[in-house]
């Protein structure tokens, strides 16, 4: 016996996708009726209603439509790939959010906006440097410089120059009980500088203002604590005044 086609509304109530929806997938090519009738409505077979539920799916974790119509055309092994790279993404997000709710609650209980943990290790290096540059360095060329070669700079080439500079500081976290004049500890500064500058030119003056950006503003400081169980940002002040006044 012949399977029997559903219709739009057959496919609505299944799934709870909207007419108007559907109808959208269909012009973009991303999901077609198996059949048109003589009058121009939309059929579907069984077949077709598990894409439409794997698009489904899909929209739900995130995806845009244009990376589902691609996900779409891989092998089922090369679509778990992608899914597996999805889901720690959604991780992140999820360990984002709440954050952002704990800190709702904080805010809402009285505690003051600067201590609260949506500024602390959850947001990766590069995100803070991104939020607070403006306010570091403020209208001044370093500021413009530091901008124009962010813009430059392809994902990747953005991730290997934080990720870089992430390191620095997990090398100068296990150095933590050395005396931050050592010359160890000046060695990794002098890396970290050497990063920075291929950022932004930095005079002493810029350099101490982050320093003291490290050390007084809870944002970043706590950003680098998670590194130690000590004050890490406190250290990385001393460390990087040092190698300006020494």
């Known amino acids: 016996m012949k399977k029997p086609l559903l219709t739009v509304k057959d496919i609505v109530q299944i799934t709870g996708i909207t007419g108007r929806t559907l109808h959208y997938y269909d012009r973009i090519h991303l999901f077609k009726p198996t059949h048109l009738t003589e009058k121009g409505y939309r059929l579907y077979d069984r077949s077709s209603l598990e894409k439409l539920q794997t698009i489904l799916f899909l929209k739900e974790l995130d995806f845009s ?67 607070e540059a403006r306010f570091v360095y403020g209208e001044t060329e370093a500021y413009k410089v530091f901008n124009e070669t962010l813009e430059k700079l392809s994902p990747d080439e953005k991730e290997e120059r934080f990720s870089s500079m992430e390191e620095i500081f997990k090398q100068i976290a296990s150095r933590i009980h050395q005396d931050p004049s050592s010359d160890e500890v000046q060695r990794l500064i002098e890396e970290w500088k050497k990063n920075l500058m291929q950022l932004m030119p930095c005079d002493a003056e810029l350099l101490a203002c982050i320093a003291n950006t490290y050390k007084f503003d809870a944002r970043f400081k706590n950003y680098f604590n998670q590194y130690s169980n000590e004050d890490l940002a406190d250290f990385l002040y001393s460390a990087i005044m040092h190698n300006i006044n020494g």
């Open 65 to 131: 439509l244009k990376e589902i119509a691609d996900i779409l055309k891989l092998t089922k092994q090369e679509q778990k790939q992608i899914l597996k790279k999805q889901r720690q993404t959604l991780l992140s997000k999820k360990q984002r959010l709440e954050t952002i709710m704990a800190a709702l609650e904080e805010y809402v209980s009285g505690n003051d906006i600067s201590n609260l943990q949506i500024f602390s290790s959850s947001l990766p290096l590069k995100e803070q440097y991104a939020n």
